[in-house]
């Protein structure tokens, strides 16, 4: 079984932030609508594996009291300068999110990860998605969104595969998701998206959930 190994703070020191792959500065498509249908409410938010912050900015700029955290430190500091080149508050702090989350409060009322999951082997999942719901307050919603099996990015077949800067991803089926989520929250709705990526569209798994 593999597990996430990674050296991310290696990509972000070493590739320049406009070829980072999931280094995108406009906000998804799928997080503004919740926000902007008033689906997602401003509050205490966490965006989980954050890297330069974009989404955790775009929050704030929204009235959401946003913590952002990542387990590299060269990513934190992006943040940390991204955020206040736009005059916004936002709390960013290096941490695994498949360790000791703690330091972040807790009590969130809105969690997402994007484009993270794929990053997770199965074997470390339960321990993050139980993280996930530890931070959230009952009510919370946590919406998660990453590569479904049917993507044809990376060879287009195989549960693990390479990308051209060197990362190995886990793509996911809609059934899996729903097991591992409903371990700790009732799903409001699971399906598969199209997502824009920086060499073309993704199929990608979006699921939004809800902690009782």
């Not at 965006?47 to 330069?52: K, P």
Request: overall charge neutral; some cysteine; aromatic content about 10%.
């Amino acid at each position: 079984m593999m597990t996430m190994s990674t050296d991310m703070d290696g990509f972000y020191r070493k590739i320049p932030p406009d070829r980072i792959p999931w280094n995108i500065e406009s906000p998804p498509e799928v997080l503004v609508r919740l926000v902007e249908s008033g689906a997602i409410l401003p509050c205490r938010a966490i965006d989980l594996g954050c890297g330069a912050g974009h989404y955790a900015v775009y929050l704030a700029g929204c009235g959401f009291q946003v913590t952002g955290v990542d387990l590299s430190p060269t990513a934190i500091e992006m943040a940390r300068k991204n955020a206040e080149k736009k005059g916004l508050d936002c709390t960013f702090l290096i941490a695994d999110v498949l360790g000791d989350l703690e330091g972040t409060g807790g009590d969130f009322l809105f969690a997402f990860d994007w484009e993270l999951l794929h990053h997770i082997f199965p074997p470390d999942r339960e321990r993050y998605i139980k993280n996930v719901a530890r931070l959230l307050a009952p009510g919370g919603r946590y919406l998660s969104v990453c590569f479904h099996e049917d993507d044809p990015q990376f060879g287009g077949t195989g549960k693990y595969r390479k990308t051209p800067i060197g990362t190995t991803l886990y793509f996911s089926s809609l059934k899996e998701l729903k097991d591992l989520f409903s371990m700790c929250f009732s799903i409001v709705k699971l399906k598969t998206i199209s997502i824009p990526g920086k060499t073309g569209l993704h199929v990608a798994s979006y699921a939004l959930m809800k902690k009782e």
